[in-house]
């Protein structure tokens, strides 16, 4: 298991990192947010433990971005220096807040979009 922690093995990535996807799991305060959505769509039964969360790097203005498909427009999380990516300090410590609401859950993935 790759952490947030151990830059020695995330070092190991292709740099720029362009995006990162994190997968996390929901939890009782997202569900109660998205309650009122999905009703008003006609879904399927099944319910979805997961979300996906989408990090990139503006182009436009250097800001790390925050992308989801519950939310209408992007999220604003703070700049980033111009040779910055989205695997730099500034990022990194957005994941770490992020993940750290779980409530100990550690049932996250992340995937990082990288040139190959």
Excluded: W
């Amino acid at each position: 298991m790759l952490l947030l922690d151990h830059l020695e093995l995330l070092a190991f990535l292709p740099r720029p990192a362009y995006a990162l996807v994190l997968m996390l799991p929901t939890t009782k305060l997202y569900e109660n947010i998205t309650k009122a959505e999905e009703a008003k769509c006609a879904v399927g039964e099944d319910e979805v433990d997961f979300h996906n969360i989408a990090f990139v790097k503006s182009h436009k203005n250097n800001r790390l971005c925050q992308l989801e498909g519950d939310r209408k427009r992007p999220v604003s999380l703070g700049p980033l220096a111009a040779d910055q990516d989205v695997l730099s300090e500034n990022g990194l410590n957005v994941l770490r807040d992020m993940m750290g609401q779980g409530g100990g859950n550690v049932n996250f993935s992340l995937m990082a979009l990288v040139e190959a």
